[in-house]
T-cell receptor, first 110, second 112 residues
Framework: KNEVEQSPQNLTAQEGEFITINCSYSVGISALHWLQQHPGGGIVSLFMLSSGKKKHGRLIATINIQEKHSSLHITASHPRDSAVYICAVRFGGGADGLTFGKGTHLIIQP | DAMVIQNPRYQVTQFGKPVTLSCSQTLNHNVMYWYQQKSSQAPKLLFHYYDKDFNNEADTPDNFQSRRPNTSFCFLDIRSPGLGDAAMYLC???????????FGPGTRLTVL
């Protein structure tokens, strides 16, 4: 079964802390997405990656294809980073839609 | 500058009363997706269109249908909504298969 696991489910941290959210998946993928969802539902795509590392502002995403694992890091976290962060993958073998993890609820306290 | 637009943002319908949700895009993308996200759950793909080619997920109930009259618009029709269909419905687009997906703000459906 094609599965996506995220950890932790919930994370509360203080402003300024370095945040890491992890994602692992069960079988080979063609791409992995990190998404951000704020209360109210809208989803924003943060990264799409299939190898290596990407950086955008204070956000860094890495992926290890051999280990079937990806991490999302937030440096110098801020309360506005509070959101649900979702890992979603496009499995290989012709699948097209994304399979989502259950998300990580992040709260950054001032 | 909205790229993927969903209307309405909030929809209330009665049990069994057909409802249509709308998605439009200004990106001229080939692929449009519909996802269902129930409370505290991950989004789940219902179906997608690659141009005019409709692709239904195996476990999507027959109660859910979709139409794509042109590149810009895609509709989700729920023929007889049940209480269990209350959810956030997310539309997404991508330029081609395998490309980054861009999400709309979602339509929250309430079934009374």
């Amino acid at each position: 079964k094609n599965e996506v696991e995220q950890s932790p489910q919930n994370l509360t941290a203080q402003e300024g802390e370095f945040i890491t959210i992890n994602c692992s998946y069960s079988v080979g993928i063609s791409a992995l997405h990190w998404l951000q969802q704020h209360p109210g539902g809208g989803i924003v795509s943060l990264f799409m990656l299939s190898s290596g590392k990407k950086k955008h502002g204070r956000l860094i995403a890495t992926i290890n294809i051999q280990e079937k694992h990806s991490s999302l890091h937030i440096t110098a976290s801020h309360p506005r980073d509070s959101a649900v962060y979702i890992c979603a993958v496009r499995f290989g073998g012709g699948a097209d839609g994304l399979t989502f993890g259950k998300g990580t609820h992040l709260i950054i306290q001032p | 500058d909205a790229m993927v637009i969903q209307n309405p943002r909030y929809q209330v319908t009665q049990f069994g009363k057909p409802v249509t949700l709308s998605c439009s895009q200004t990106l001229n993308h080939n692929v449009m997706y519909w996802y269902q996200q129930k409370s505290s759950q991950a989004p789940k793909l219902l179906f997608h269109y690659y141009d005019k080619d409709f692709n239904n997920e195996a476990d999507t109930p027959d109660n859910f249908q979709s139409r794509r009259p042109n590149t810009s618009f895609c509709f989700l029709d729920i023929r007889s909504p049940g209480l269990g269909d209350a959810a956030m419905y997310l539309c997404a687009t991508s330029r081609d298969k395998g490309n980054e997906q861009f999400f709309g703000p979602g339509t929250r459906l309430t079934v009374l």
